[in-house]
């Protein structure tokens, strides 16, 4: 029983580090845009294209093979996701153009989609605690974007061949994973159907709970508005510290953009306490405050005061998306995967549609005005999501620790 318990807990630490690694993979690529954009002089337009593409394929793997481990088992989609993206890694480091950027993002964001989902399942199943398992799923995919921009930053900055080495990197530690989940982590899920059953899984299902409608629409602003903000870091983020701030150095300006992630990383413990949880209100202050601060240090050029910006909207990113999450978890697991599917489509929406629009503006109007808009736009979001809080006129739930077999996916950009 020990050894197998054992195995168990090591099998939960593999898939946690897989889940930061697919989440570093997908932030990665944020320092190189510019690099990008210098070397083959594409617009702003097409550079939030080639960011944004990567939401459509990653909301459809979601949407068809999120459910597919339930069915096969979660080792084989956890392999093969890790080994498809470990595909798109290479495409990447072989990149000479656009046309290669937009295929290895679509490939990207079809292992990433099927990737999270078994992963976060297998954490779940495999979890040596309720609460080590929480804190696990919320903060490993925010703590691997973090990291991934400021480490891949900091090659791009210091290292030879920055193009090809940070994918290269990404390429040897998928590939160490994929053989650790074959000789360590155990299968978790042994259901066979048939292939009829397993074919209708693959069918999407969006709906929205007669019992929670009143909390989805409530939360819709926020979604939207900390989706919104989490796509013009990773696809504008770079741009904004060196055009607005001045900030040449690429790992200094790697290093800005992953405090917005390390602040979320530490403040979701907080967000997701099972006695003391960081309250909507709250947290929709500190995301409006640290958007707003973010607008007055990109007009005066502060530093200082957009270090402190990313700090607050960072905080505010991670309580607001948990908190709202937390209000839909009452629905019954029947219901809860169709009830996700939705959540899933209105975040990916506003993690790529603002973006492109924001990179067509920023080729007509420029960056600073552009961010300005951008801000503006979160901001409205967030205003509407605390009257719509305030109009429901019911009480927040506590967020509670998540049954063994029922805490819901929590899906990161």
């Known amino acids: 029983m020990d050894g197998l318990a054992g ?10 580090a897989a889940v930061a690694v697919a989440m570093f993979a997908s932030a990665a690529l944020s320092p190189l845009y510019p690099v990008y954009q ?5 617009s702003s337009a097409t550079l939030t294209i080639v960011f944004a593409v990567y939401a459509g394929p990653l909301l459809i793997s979601l949407l068809t093979v999120g459910a597919l481990s339930d069915h096969i088992g979660r080792r084989p989609v956890v392999i093969g996701s890790l080994l498809i993206l470990t595909m798109a890694m290479v495409v990447f480091a072989a990149a000479e153009s656009v046309t290669m950027l937009l295929a290895a993002r679509l490939v990207q964001g079809l292992a990433t989609g099927a990737a999270v989902s078994a992963l976060t399942a297998a954490m779940v199943d495999l979890q040596p605690s309720r609460s080590t398992g929480t804190l696990a799923v919320a903060m490993a995919p925010i703590a691997g974007l973090g990291f991934g921009v400021a480490v891949s930053a900091l090659l791009v900055e210091y290292a030879p ?14 590939l160490a994973l994929v053989f650790a989940v074959v000789k360590v ?46 796509g013009l870091m990773l696809a504008l983020g770079t741009s904004i510290t ?31 306490a099972p006695r003391r949880p960081m309250r909507l209100p709250a947290s929709y202050a500190c995301l409006g ?3 707003a601060l973010v607008l007055v240090a990109a007009l005066t050029g502060s530093v200082f005061a957009y270090a402190v910006a990313l700090v607050a909207a960072g905080a505010g990113f991670s309580t607001a998306y948990v908190g709202v ?9 029947a219901q809860r995967g169709q009830l996700f599917a939705a959540v899933y489509v209105v975040s990916y929406l506003a993690f790529g549609v603002p973006v492109v629009i924001s990179g067509v503006a920023a080729d007509r109007y420029g960056l ?34 998540p049954d063994r077999d029922r805490a819901p996916v929590i899906a990161r950009p």
């Open 38 to 42: 210098r070397l083959w002089g594409f």
């Open 325 to 333: 999450i937390a209000s839909l978890a009452h629905v019954p697991a």
């Open 289 to 291: 405050g640290g958007v």
């Open 368 to 401: 600073g005005p552009t961010v300005s808009g951008y801000a503006v736009f979160v901001l409205a979001m967030v205003g509407l999501a605390a009257v719509a809080l305030r109009l429901r006129r019911v009480p927040e739930p506590a967020i509670t620790r």
């Open 7 to 16: 195995r168990e807990a090591r099998g939960f630490w593999i898939i946690a």
């Open 242 to 272: 060196a055009d607005r701030l001045g900030v040449t150095n690429h790992a200094a300006g790697g290093a800005l953009l992953a405090v917005f992630f390390f602040a979320a990383t530490v403040a979701t413990p907080w967000a997701s």
């Open 161 to 174: 061949a920055p193009r090809q080495l940070v994918y290269l990197f990404v390429i040897v530690v998928l």
């Open 185 to 230: 982590v155990p299968e978790t899920s042994t259901r066979s159907e048939s292939r009829t059953r397993i074919t209708r899984t693959l069918i999407p299902r969006v709906s929205v709970p007669e019992q929670a409608r009143s909390a989805f629409v409530a939360g819709t602003p926020a979604l939207v508005a900390t989706w919104a903000l989490g």
